[in-house]
């Protein structure tokens, strides 16, 4: 749905992406990541068309962006970070502006919509009386008008409380189960990515240095940790034993091949090692992205 | 064509759905009755009738008209008031919602930026004539609350007489020709609006630009060169005035007008296309 291949985009002398490589297929929620300036709004500016690329193909549904944006993006509805209306009018005369910038839109198009974000009552009241999470909601419709096959949300939970929030990421789900859309997901909120996200792509200063499934993100060495009374002495003794390669973080032990934790607690009793706490460590998206963005500092 | 129809409708909506779109209107009224009222209560009027016996017109004539008063009016905001809002809502048309955001949310539709901007364009072609027209019928109309119908009478540059049907002529013909000096500042704003910057610079900028015209066409040693000043051409609306008209010279700045707009147009889309539409 979604194809970029080596796109590059310079502004002035500063390079904002480099040679990225990104395939989104259809019907997955695909989750971009990356710090403030990683390069995610400029990537997400290009697949629209509002972002020339220096060098590099963006291709949406099949179509170069640069070439032919309107077959590109006849169905594709986006949302940005803090959605801007114009407030002194309706929020249906909003959706109606907007809509048609795509298509004619029936009357009955804009109430089914409408209906469905939960604005239904008081779409004609001026935007500018509409609360944060009713924009959001607005914004959600107005993506939805053209009917899309791939939505673009750009940070959609910015500024919401936990419930919006909360909200929000039911919305996601529940368009892609019912309405079966290919979404691109660009958030900081690392919990919200990995609830909902089937493949991401973590960005840094314009570079992917991650592309996979949440599963290949979050699998690792099987580290174990490891609480007792001297973790030093209690690590040297595994490793003379040959039972754990290697270990960090006065917690962390990794258990050679074939090694459960069953046997080091053994090894460990038999020495006289108290042990108060002995168990798989979990990674969390969290953990990976900081690790990856910790190894990739110059 | 149906559907750029209703893109131009949605462009008004948002124009006309602004208040400062109307500052400029609520200016001219406010502008053109503290005129009115000045120069009804003031010793203008005896001053206007000894400058018409001098010129040989008995007793005033009927010349301190509707018509008179109404064409001073609509000339003193012409010069003054009317560049400020045309480049006020030039300057407004793309920076504006480049500033607010609510371009990137047009921008990730598949509308093209050239028709973008052309429905822009088109919506403040749309406001001058408004703003044109109701200076025009305003002027007339809170000039009859004040003085009687009668003829023309006006000065400088030349002065010139005109009996009521003439005077109505000449000051239709003056309100119509605004309107090419209304769309070319409208136009010039527009311009600077489709760069990357503030709606407020791209006023300014091009107020700016029609006042150094302004200036340099009234030093004295640029005589030779005023056709080459935009502040020259977009004053035709005065050259409708004179005695008898110089046609040559309206069509002439009328074509070098259209060049103006046209040229303004270019650069503009141009500087639009090549432009990221960032947040």
């Not at chain 2, 409708?240 to 650069?267: D, E």
Request: proline share 4%; hydrophobic share 50%.
């Amino acid at each position: 749905m979604i194809s970029l291949h080596q796109a590059r985009k310079v502004f002035g002398g500063r390079c904002a992406v480099e040679g990225l490589d990104l395939e989104v297929a259809r019907g997955e929620i695909f989750g971009l990541l990356g710090h403030n300036g990683a390069g995610k709004s400029t990537a997400i500016g290009m697949m629209l068309g509002q972002v020339w690329p220096t060098s590099g193909a963006v291709r949406v549904g099949g179509y170069e962006v640069t070439t032919h944006r309107h077959q590109a993006l006849r169905r594709v509805g986006a949302i940005f970070e803090s959605p801007v209306f114009y407030d002194y009018l309706s929020g249906w005369a909003n959706l109606e502006i907007l809509s048609h910038y795509t298509a004619p839109t029936s009357q009955a198009r804009l109430r089914e919509v409408i209906d469905w974000v939960g604005l239904t009552g008081r779409e004609k009241g001026k935007v500018r009386t509409y609360s944060h999470g009713m924009r959001a909601r607005l914004a959600l419709a107005q993506a939805l008008l053209p009917q899309p096959e791939l939505l673009i949300l750009d940070e959609p939970s910015d500024g919401l409380d936990p419930e919006g929030i909360h909200e929000m990421r039911l919305t996601i789900i529940r368009l892609q189960r019912e309405l079966g859309l290919t979404i691109l997901l660009s958030s900081h909120l690392l919990n919200e990515v990995e609830q909902l996200c089937t493949r991401i792509a973590v960005l840094n200063r314009g570079r992917k240095v991650f592309e996979g499934t949440l599963a290949e993100a979050v699998r690792q060495k099987d580290w174990v940790r490891l609480r007792t009374s001297d973790f030093a002495a209690a690590a040297k003794v595994l490793a003379e034993l040959g039972l754990i390669t290697e270990h960090r973080d006065e917690r962390l032990v990794a258990p050679a091949a074939g090694v459960g934790p069953d046997a080091l607690v053994r090894a460990l009793v038999a020495r006289e090692f108290p042990i108060f706490e002995i168990a798989p460590e979990a990674r969390t998206l969290e953990n990976f992205y900081l690790e990856l963005m910790k190894d990739k500092q110059p | 064509m149906t559907m750029f129809l209703f893109q131009l409708r949605n462009e008004l909506w948002k124009l006309f759905g602004k208040k400062r779109t109307y500052i400029g209107f609520i200016m001219f009224l406010v502008a053109q009755n503290a005129i009115l009222i000045l120069l009804r209560f003031s010793h203008v009027p005896k001053q206007m009738a000894r400058l018409l016996q001098m010129n040989g017109v008995m007793a005033g004539g009927n010349y301190i008209s509707i018509l008179t008063l109404g064409t001073m009016m609509v000339a003193l905001i012409g010069l003054s008031l009317l560049p400020l809002y045309a480049a006020l809502v030039g300057g407004d048309l793309v920076a504006k919602e480049a500033e607010d955001g609510s371009l990137r949310m047009i921008l990730c539709r598949p509308i093209s930026r050239l028709r973008l901007l052309m429905l822009k364009w088109l919506a403040g072609v749309l406001f001058a004539f408004t703003l044109v027209l109701s200076l025009g019928l305003f002027g007339l109309l809170f000039a009859s609350f004040w003085f009687p119908w009668g003829g023309l009478f006006v000065w400088p540059p030349n002065f010139a007489l005109f009996n009521a049907t003439e005077g109505l002529h000449r000051y239709l013909f003056m309100s119509v020709f605004l309107l090419p000096k209304t769309v070319t500042i409208m136009t010039m704003g527009f311009m600077f609006s489709c760069c990357n910057m503030k709606p407020a610079a791209a006023t300014i900028l091009a107020l700016s630009l029609m006042m150094i015209s302004g200036i340099l066409q009234q030093v004295p040693f640029f005589s030779d060169f005023q056709d080459w000043f935009i502040s020259y051409h977009v004053d035709i609306w005065q050259s409708v005035l004179a005695a008898r008209i110089p046609w040559w010279k309206v069509g002439q700045s009328l074509s070098i007008l259209l060049g103006y707009n046209v040229t303004f147009l270019v650069i503009g889309t141009v500087m639009f296309h090549v432009r990221d539409i960032k947040s």
